[in-house]
């Protein structure tokens, strides 16, 4: 049974969502798979009920697919939606950089440079980590914080929530897949390096590289895991 930490009272209903959200997200419910509501309201110590407003929530944000008769399934991943969601990440990721030249004075963008060096210096600590799940997905969650906190656009980025975390079922799958943490080092050294050679369009276009995720592993990808994705 689950309990809140530091004392043995059951955990709330908001809790179970989230647990079993980041269950999901972190791919230990896999795609595809079929779950229940008795079996989650054993795991949980909750009622069925609880269960079952949980279950609504997840599927009203598209990680549930409930099919009468048949069961309750964790949601395949769609490669089709993932890279819609990236086309709009990518596009407030490069307004954030356009306001970062247009709106900072050199000597912010030079403090801005300074931060992101810092926070690369905590990333290259992570290069060894072979999956999403350590200290890294923080860092670099961090990263691209400092950017869009820069210019105060991080409300924005708010408004998307429910919908990134598609994006980040499939970073959490992309990166473990393609043992990809230095690779994505890599991307954000490219990111730095434009903005402290003060040029827009170079930080812009590597910004979409970094983001665009899809293209070079989906075809493995799908042919490795069917399962795991939408036809």
């Known amino acids: 049974m689950y309990t809140q930490k530091g004392d043995n009272q059951p955990i709330t209903a908001e809790q179970v969502y989230r647990q079993i959200l980041r269950r999901i997200i972190k791919l230990k419910l896999e795609p595809g798979q079929l779950i229940s509501e008795n079996q989650m309201a054993k795991e949980y110590g909750v009622s069925r009920s609880v269960i079952r407003t949980v279950f609504v929530r997840l599927q009203q944000i598209g990680f549930l697919d409930v099919y009468p008769q048949r069961g309750t399934y964790v949601s395949r991943i769609d490669l089709h939606h993932i890279e819609d969601l990236l086309i709009l990440r990518t596009a407030v990721e490069k307004e954030v950089i356009y306001e970062m030249f247009t709106s900072l004075g050199h000597e912010e963008r030079s403090q801005l440079v300074s931060q992101l060096e810092e926070n690369m210096a905590e990333q290259e600590k992570c290069r060894d980590e072979t999956d999403y799940s350590g200290r890294f997905p923080r860092i670099d969650s961090a990263f691209h914080k400092i950017m869009i906190d820069s210019v105060g656009r991080y409300a924005l980025v708010n408004m998307l929530n429910d919908l990134m975390?598609?994006?980040?079922?499939?970073?959490n799958f992309d990166v473990a897949f393609g043992n990809r943490i230095s690779e994505?080092?890599?991307e954000h050294w490219a990111i730095v390096n434009a903005i402290k050679a003060e040029d827009l369009i170079l930080a812009q276009q590597s910004m979409a590289n970094h983001l665009e995720t899809i293209t070079s592993i989906a075809g493995y990808a799908v042919a490795k895991y069917p399962s795991y994705f939408i036809a």
């Open 165 to 171: 975390y598609h994006v980040q079922r499939w970073r």
């Open 184 to 186: 994505l080092i890599r």
